[in-house]
Nanobody
Framework: QLKVVESGGGLVQPGGSLRLSCAASGFTFVYSTIGWFRQVPGKERERVSCIGTNDENQYYSDSVKGRFTISRDRAQNTVDLEMRDLKPEDTGVYYC?????????????????WGQGTQVTVSS
């Protein structure tokens, strides 16, 4: 069974850090592009970051640029999202999504697999 599973969410104070991880099972990320999305109640799911088949190709939304870093570990078959200087507006459910064959990054309407999501809450 092909699936991706997110982990690493939690409660953190403003200014803190968290590291999310997306792990694949049943396939490898070798030719995949992977995106991290977040969703808050009442708002559309938005893509915050993506990593291309060439790991040097990375995308960040304006709201997270300079604070979030996406990275791929090909040996572990995982993609991590390092989040620093977290703000209350970063609160939401974070999802990992895959396009099994690149080069396009997954979008809300175009992805082959979605994880179940992990909650991130930034609050004092």
């Amino acid at each position: 069974q092909l699936k991706v599973v997110e982990s690493g969410g939690g409660l953190v104070q403003p200014g803190g850090s968290l590291r999310l991880s997306c792990a694949a099972s049943g396939f490898t990320f070798v030719y995949s592009t992977i995106g991290w999305f977040r969703q808050v109640p009442g708002k559309e799911r938005e893509r915050v970051s993506c990593i291309g088949t060439n790991d040097e190709n990375q995308y960040y939304s304006d709201s997270v640029k300079g604070r979030f870093t996406i990275s791929r570990d090909r040996a572990q078959n995982t993609v991590d999202l390092e989040m620093r200087d977290l703000k209350p507006e970063d609160t939401g459910v974070y999802y990992c999504a895959i396009r099994r064959l690149g080069p396009q990054c997954p979008t809300v309407r175009a992805a082959d697999l979605w994880g179940q999501g992990t909650q991130v809450t930034v609050s004092s």
